[in-house]
T-cell receptor, first 116, second 115 residues
């Protein structure tokens, strides 16, 4: 069974204080690892997809990295508007001969609060 | 603008009542999904559909039903058999092909509360 564990559950930072969020996963063949941002009462907003160990992607103050067992979301010099819940999810390879239905298995998320 | 539209945003259900959540997408995506989100439990898959007139159960399908009569639409019915329906419901879609075919995009969600 695919599993995703995110840590910490909650993270409080001062504006400008860089840090990282962790996503540990076990999956029967990784098709992709996804990061989403979710604001309160809203649907998740897509940030990144990572496909293979060693891959990195950046967007503004966010940088996502991937190893064979975990992914990190690095936040450099965060601002209050970066406050949100960050969700990690994995997508497994489809069964042999079949078509992957694209199911995502999510972690519980990390609630990030950035104080001015 | 292209996107996924869920309605209503807030819905109240009485005991023993069936309710239907609407999901429409104009992204020309092939696959559509329904997830449920509860505090501290992450998102869990209820149903998914890869093509019109075909859908499969996800991890927590009991007490729910869906239909996929049109490519753009994937309504979810929460039946009276669902014992704990109060949650945030998210509809999502995926292209299935091309460079961005693996990415699942979400709507803004619908809150369902049992009264």
């Amino acid at each position: 069974e695919d599993q995703v564990t995110q840590s910490p559950e909650a993270l409080r930072l001062q504006e400008g204080e860089s840090s990282s969020l962790n996503c540990s996963y076990t999956v029967s063949g990784l098709r992709g690892l996804f990061w989403y941002r979710q604001d309160p009462g809203k649907g998740p907003e897509f940030l990144f997809t990572l496909y293979s160990a060693g891959e990195e992607k950046e967007k503004e103050r966010l940088k996502a990295t991937l190893t064979k067992k975990e992914s990190f979301l690095h936040i450099t010099a965060p601002k209050p508007e970066d406050s949100a819940t960050y969700l990690c999810a994995v997508q497994a390879m489809g069964s042999a001969g079949g078509t992957s239905y694209g199911k995502l298995t999510f972690g519980q998320g990390t609630i990030l609060t950035v104080h001015p | 603008d292209g996107g996924i539209t869920q309605s209503p945003k807030y819905l109240f259900r009485k005991e023993g009542q069936n309710v239907t959540l609407s999901c429409e997408q104009n992204l020309n995506h092939d696959a559509m999904y329904w997830y449920r989100q509860d505090p501290g439990q992450g998102l869990r898959l209820i149903y998914y559909s890869q093509i019109v007139n075909d859908f499969q159960k996800g991890d927590i399908a009991e007490g729910y039903s869906v239909s996929r009569e049109k490519k753009e639409s994937f309504p979810l019915t929460v039946t009276s058999a669902q014992k704990n329906p109060t949650a945030f419901y998210l509809c999502a879609s995926r292209k299935r092909r091309g460079l961005s075919g693996n990415t699942i995009y979400f709507g803004e969600g619908s809150w369902l509360t049992v009264v």
